[in-house]
């Protein structure tokens, strides 16, 4: 079996993108509530996509991707309504890597590794949609 990080690789680029452009760009202390769960969001969001499932199981990306659901639930609460569109796209990719993690166990890792990809890739990708909506209000 090949390692997981290569497996993620595309979709830690996408996320390092996305960080580095959260690091650019930084949220004053006038800014709307939502500005602040940005850098949590990244946070969470990276720790799941960095998620090693052949050396740290399923069980860790399943505590991974419930503490990032939780963050994100977070951050559009705080954006109500004004990103919604964004927020929808999320979700719906949350929603496919939860699908993805609820099965996974069932899976042997090799397995659940190769199906978290992609739901990982339109997570972060939509994601950063979000991320970048809200910094340009920020």
Do not use: H, K, W
Request: glycine share 6%.
């Amino acid at each position: 079996m090949r390692p997981v990080r290569n497996t993620f690789g595309r979709s830690c680029a996408v996320v390092a993108v996305a960080l580095a452009s959260l690091g650019l760009v930084g949220c004053s202390g006038g800014d709307p509530s939502y500005c602040d769960e940005l850098s949590a969001t990244q946070s969470s969001l990276e720790t799941l996509v960095d998620t090693d499932v052949l050396a740290e199981g399923t069980d860790v990306l399943s505590q991974r991707y419930d503490a990032f659901a939780s963050q994100l639930d977070a951050l559009i609460a705080a954006a109500g309504d004004e990103f919604s569109e964004e927020s929808a796209a999320v979700q719906a990719s949350l929603d496919q890597v939860g699908t993805v993690v609820d099965e996974a166990t069932s899976l042997n890792l090799g397995s659940a590794a190769a199906q978290a990809e992609p739901a990982l890739d339109s997570l972060s990708t939509s994601t950063q949609a979000l991320v970048d909506s809200i910094q340009n209000s920020c």
